[in-house]
């Protein structure tokens, strides 16, 4: 059982925004390899087939109970403590809990929605393109911030953070959508981070070290008699 799922997470079928550079490992195999020789057929399908696992995008089953956080990423927490959210948000000067999710060039890189709600803003701000890993990374990495409004009218923000290769960051959302939780909503290229800022009040339920599943792992309960320390 855990071997099928294993494969089945491998083999899963690709994002979209993955197709042109599996189009391209493939053309440059079967073209490069006719006109230059076996070498670049072969760096051509090793391309590939690293495109073809880097942007794989496995099927997810979200938590049945309502008014759960789950986490907008794969891969392990680097960080979880009180921060500002981004300024652009427009969500107040207030700290407010933070996890921070940072995702190596093999985990998968589709992002998920972490919460019922709608989407009230959209920020895309220019910045640098240091190690995601750093604490600093949040604050001063090229990003994308994304505020969400709950159904009880609590807010709550993720950002998509490039990487100190990643130099392409996918959002499909809109101002004014409306998501359910473990909706896809995006992917970063090659290597990233996807901070997640839970509503005032709200404790996270993770740690530093665990390993997060996107659309899956329960990061945090909104329900009111569970979210006191």
């Not at 600093?136 to 993720?158: H, Q, T």
């Not at 990233?192 to 339920?205: A, F, I, K, N």
Request: overall charge positive; some cysteine.
């Amino acid at each position: 059982m855990a071997i099928g799922r294993s494969l089945r997470l491998v083999l899963a079928p690709p994002h979209p925004a993955g197709r042109p550079f599996i189009y391209g490992g493939l053309a440059v195999a079967v073209l490069g390899g006719w006109l230059l020789g076996g070498w670049l057929f072969w760096l051509g399908l090793l391309f590939t087939l690293f495109c073809l696992y880097f942007f794989r995008d496995p099927h997810r089953v979200p938590p049945e109970r309502e008014r759960l956080v789950l986490a907008p990423a794969d891969g392990h927490v680097v960080s979880v403590g009180p921060a500002v959210p981004p300024e652009e948000l427009g969500l107040g000067p207030a700290a407010r809990w933070r996890v921070a999710i940072f995702l190596s060039v093999l985990d998968v890189h589709v992002n998920r929605v972490p919460a019922e709600g709608v989407v009230t803003r959209i920020a895309y701000r220019h910045g640098k393109y240091l190690n995601a890993s750093l604490d600093k990374a949040s604050v001063d990495n090229e990003r994308n911030a994304i505020a969400l409004r709950l159904p009880d009218g609590r807010d709550m923000a993720v950002v998509q953070i490039a990487g100190l290769i990643a130099r392409r960051i996918l959002c499909s959302l809109r101002e004014g959508d409306r998501v359910q939780a473990g909706d896809r909503f995006g992917i970063i290229r090659f290597g990233s981070r996807t901070d997640l800022y839970l509503p005032e009040g709200v404790r996270p339920l993770v740690a530093e070290g665990q390993t997060m599943i996107g659309g899956e792992t329960v990061i945090a309960d909104l329900t009111p008699e569970r979210t006191a320390p």
